[in-house]
């Protein structure tokens, strides 16, 4: 966030939960001066998570470890594109340049650029937004996951008929 507030010094970041690493957050956050543009709400409901990310200009995700991202899929759910780690299933949520931007684990200085660019290309944060509801809606909206899966073991079952059959 230093190297981001240089160049956009009215951004501001929000970091939403609580855990065991508060107290080095508020000491770092102190530490680097950014208590201007860094704040630490803690723990708010599910309908203020998703009511935030549907404000946010782009969900940031720097995770070192994802199995899934769940928060990546509801910040695409309300249209927030999204940064995050090429890490766990994210890769398999954002396309590069599409919903977001994948960017590679504890690369801070490659973080803050993508960070940067979107903040200087409304035009492509706002593609970008249209991108991530189309995604949402076309590929894990329950109604449209359910019916892929069921096209899935359709098919499945066929091709085993059909082996069997011919056997």
Not at 41 to 60: C, D, F, M, T, W
Not at 65 to 83: H, K, M, N, Q, R
Request: aromatic share 8%; hydrophobic share 45%; charged share 25%.
């Amino acid at each position: 966030m230093a190297a981001v507030i240089k160049k956009h010094p009215d951004v501001k970041l929000s970091i939403y939960g609580e855990g065991p690493e508060r107290a080095a957050l508020e000491s770092l956050i102190h530490k680097l001066q950014l208590e201007q543009n860094v704040e630490l709400p803690g723990k708010i409901s599910h309908e203020a998570v998703l009511n935030a990310l549907s404000q946010a200009y782009a969900l940031i995700h720097p995770s070192r470890f994802e199995a899934f991202g769940y928060s990546v899929l509801e910040a695409i759910s309300v249209g927030t594109p999204v940064i995050a780690s090429a890490v766990g299933g994210i890769p398999e949520i954002i396309r590069e340049g599409k919903d977001g931007f994948l960017v590679p684990v504890d690369e801070p200085v490659i973080l803050a650029e993508r960070i940067c660019y979107l903040l200087n290309n409304n035009e492509v944060r706002n593609s970008m937004s249209r991108n991530c509801y189309r995604r949402f809606e076309e590929t894990f909206e329950l109604n449209h996951a359910v019916q892929k899966q069921v096209d899935w073991f359709e098919s499945e079952i066929f091709q085993l008929l059909h082996r069997n059959a011919i056997v």
